[in-house]
């Protein structure tokens, strides 16, 4: 009964080699834990994805307002974009090739009737938009610039417009 006994409460160190290379490993892997989790927590360069997450650029750009007020001088003449610039960043899309039936650019027979209605109806399709083109052809330029868009467009194509001039600016006091 005693054999039984002592096989029940054996563990699995039964040399004093076993329990020697035990010890030894019990104080060696704790004290090797600590200063390698020290040495990542104190080391500068942090290999992680998103570590520039905390630089002050990526900050302010999480934080900046989501709409921005910009003021533009209506009057500022070398502010305003030309008729040709205008088309270029907004018309050309859909005026060069055609797309969606618009009327291509330099298309005379296509702009004929359009330019009989004359300037003022162009222009008022153009800044409220007609057919599939939004308003603005979907731009965020100004009425004045808009107007220049349509003289360019329609000059090109027929059309004798004359450029609107930008308002003059009030007398200063």
Sequence with gaps: MSHDHQEAHEGPIKTPKQLAWAVLLSIVVPVLTIILLAYAVSSKVKPAAGSEALEAEAVNQRIRP?????????????????????????????????????????DAAAWGPRIKTGYDALLNSSLKGKGAMGAQGGGDFSDLEIGRAVVYLTNQSGGKFDEPKAPAAPAAP
Excluded: I
């Excluded at 989501?66 to 050309?92: H, I, M, P």
């Design 66 to 106: 989501v709409a921005q007020v910009e003021v533009k001088d209506a009057n500022d003449a070398s502010a305003l974009k030309t008729g040709e610039q205008v088309f270029q960043a907004q018309c050309a899309a859909c005026h060069v090739s055609g797309a969606a039936g618009a009327p291509k650019l330099g």
